[in-house]
């Protein structure tokens, strides 16, 4: 029935001038050749579409045959494969180029999720081919399908193990080769002539490299080459990369976008459009830290110049939440990092935001990030910026984190790194004017601080206050009186009324409060025991300091409230043994 409709509505047209078909004849045509070539019936509509006499009606109509014959070549039915892919082979000569390019993008987009790298791979060669005939009219075609196809790429999963990679379990590394085969052509003939019409493909060709960069590569986590040898991600991110520089893309211009001025391109409103962020950070990271196409990088750039360009983007891989970004921040942050000799950071980095804002988002990730491993990068990446800036952005930077951190345990830590660099002050001749004398007050005033006064909460600031004393007491045994090189014994009789009496007086209220709490505890336990018989441990509630900690036995509670009074105990220690250096340092 349906290939008699063909035939007829075939025959019909024959008899038709100029390609006037009616908008019935289209339907017809489509309705009868989808169902032929389903039903099987693919050799008789080949013998149809290759007959010499229906070559307009074909070249008009025979586009709408692809969704049909796509779908049988996914299946690989072998009856009906050779004729679909011969009908197949003659539209792409004969049809119309853009009706062509526009029925198989559609193709592409409709892929069903399971089939998307199937489809895309069966469709690449005849796109390629339908873009070719296209001549000199096609940048905007190009374009088009270059950003479809990436965008049903980029739905593919991403390998995450070696395995997976070298398995192409997600046919994601087949799909990102085939691609590259696809856009080499387009490439090639950019790279050769200097016309506006290759101005308009360069600009496509950008749009394609800067998209790849961040979908799929900025999801990617490339293998060490020692690792796995073939890496066909790494293949690709190596590809996207030169094809940048092929189109006459500076990697130096593009890495120091957000630094220099700004540039005017064909076809975009924004420049933000042209060159995202997310694009040029994942740039950065191939660059820096996978070393891809670094033997192109000039030299003459200092690496406090490439630090300050990659700073924008440590930023916004640190700003997010994905195990995947965090990580690439981190490397990149690293990485960037040791290229700069130690103390040679200036202090007017400081001034610029990004150089404010990466530690801000680094102390998130050590304290908020639920992965360990990267907590402990995160830490190791701190103190290797701390190491690279010079004295007096040393210095900036302890005040600057002290104010902003807000979590005791990086406050303790910035406060052994004061320590340190007040020890490496005195063991310099000439001695260090920011962590000695006059300038080490504020800073001394920062870290000798009670946030509350004495109803400060020392359990939660166990850290901060441990450092605390820890250097008070190192500057007060390595630093003699009569030598006085820091001025700490000038300063001490304001740091005994504003940080050690306020101090002794949380320690007497904490120790007080908790003992209490200790004796209430033990004596419930022992009215509880005395009234029940009990099989199990009973499971009760315990509040300290107006919160209200969670239910435990009261075998947990007594255990939690000995802890913290042997954890009073030790900072009373230390502040005692202050007490008695000062004692012995006062008397005649």
């Not at 006037?20 to 989808?34: C, H, L, M, P």
């Not at 300063?491 to 003992?515: F, V």
Request: charged residues 25%; proline residues 4%; aromatic residues 6%.
């Amino acid at each position: 029935m349906a290939l008699e409709q063909l035939s007829d509505v075939v025959q019909r047209c024959q008899a038709i001038q100029d390609d006037n078909y009616t908008t019935e004849d289209y339907s017809v045509f489509q309705i009868a050749g989808r169902t032929c070539i389903e039903d099987g019936e693919s050799a008789q509509v080949l013998s149809i579409v290759v007959d010499e006499e229906n070559k307009n009606i074909v070249r008009c109509m025979g586009w709408n045959l692809l969704g049909p014959l796509v779908q049988i070549l996914l299946k690989k039915e072998e009856n009906n494969l050779p004729h679909c892919l011969a009908i197949l082979t003659h539209l792409l000569e004969v049809c119309s180029p853009k009706e062509l390019l526009v029925g198989l993008l559609e193709q592409v987009e409709e892929a069903h999720s399971d089939s998307i790298a199937e489809t895309v791979i069966l469709l690449l060669q005849p796109l390629q081919k339908v873009l070719l005939r296209l001549g000199g009219r096609k940048a905007s075609s190009v374009g088009m399908a270059l950003s479809t196809l990436l965008g049903q790429v980029a739905r593919l999963p991403v390998p995450q193990t070696k395995e997976q990679e070298e398995d192409d379990v997600f046919s994601l590394c087949r799909c990102c080769s085939a691609l590259l085969v696809f856009v080499r052509p387009f490439v090639e003939e950019a790279k050769q002539s200097r016309t506006p019409k290759e101005d308009e493909l360069r600009t496509e060709l950008l749009k394609f490299s800067m998209k790849s960069l961040c979908e799929p590569l900025l999801e990617v986590q490339l293998k060490d080459p020692e690792t796995l040898a073939e890496s066909p991600l790494r293949n690709f991110a190596t590809e996207i990369v030169g094809i940048l520089s092929d189109i006459g893309e500076s990697l130096p211009d593009l890495l120091s976008h957000s630094l220099l001025r700004r540039r005017e391109v064909p076809g975009f409103l924004e420049e933000e459009v042209c060159y995202p962020k997310e694009s040029l950070a994942s740039l950065a990271y191939l660059l820096f830290v996978q070393h891809i196409a670094m033997d192109t990088f000039p030299t003459v750039f200092s690496s406090v110049f490439v630090l300050q360009c990659n700073m924008e983007y440590i930023n916004l891989f640190l700003s997010r939440t994905e195990e995947s970004r965090l990580q690439k921040g981190l490397d990149l942050y690293e990485k960037s990092l040791v290229r700069v000799e130690d103390n040679s950071l200036p202090v007017q980095l400081m001034e610029l935001k990004s150089f404010f804002s990466v530690p801000q988002n680094l102390v998130k990730v050590m304290t908020l990030c639920p992965i360990q491993h990267l907590r402990i990068k995160g830490l190791k990446v701190l103190q290797l910026s701390i190491d690279k800036f010079d004295t007096e952005a040393k210095y900036k930077f302890f005040q600057c984190m002290l104010k902003t951190s807000h979590h005791a345990g990086v406050e303790g830590y910035i406060i052994k790194n004061i320590k340190n660099q007040i020890d490496f002050a005195l063991n310099l001749d000439n001695g260090n004017e920011w962590f000695m004398g006059a300038h080490l007050f504020p800073l001394l005033r920062q870290v000798l601080c009670l946030p509350q006064g004495p109803e400060t909460d020392l359990l939660q600031n166990l850290d901060r206050v441990m450092e605390s004393l820890n250097l008070l007491r190192y500057l007060l045994i390595r630093d003699k009186a009569w030598k006085n090189q820091t001025g700490i014994w000038t300063e001490l009789y304001k740091i005994e009324d504003y940080y050690m009496k306020p101090l002794r007086t949380g320690l007497n209220m904490s120790k007080a409060h908790y003992e209490a709490e200790l004796q209430n505890t033990k004596d419930n336990s022992k009215k509880t025991n005395a009234k029940e018989s009990q099989t199990q441990e009973s499971v009760c509630s315990l509040t300290v300091g107006n919160e209200k900690m969670p239910n435990m036995t009261p075998e947990m509670q007594l255990q939690v409230l000995h802890s913290a009074l042997h954890t009073f105990d030790m900072m009373e220690s230390v502040l005692a043994r202050i007490e008695e250096i000062i004692e012995v340092k006062e008397k005649p």
